[in-house]
């Protein structure tokens, strides 16, 4: 749930599918080192840190 899968997402299903990882990352010991390390490496995939692509690249743009 982290990641897409390889196949076409809907919309709706990509959403719910990154609100369920986002929630697990809600309670994670280390939410924040993932997060720095998905922004050090520039990471273009899945839910790091509790934030996706466009949060990241957002974060990154504003830093």
Known sequence: MFFP?????RKADRL???RRAKEICTDC???SECL???LEIREP???WGGLN????R???ETA
């Open 36 to 38: 720095e390390y998905s």
């Open 53 to 56: 692509e466009s949060e990241r």
């Open 5 to 9: 899968p390889p196949q076409f997402e």
């Open 29 to 31: 010991v280390v939410r």
């Open 45 to 47: 995939h899945g839910i």
């Open 58 to 60: 957002m974060k990154l």
């Open 16 to 18: 719910e599918r990154e």
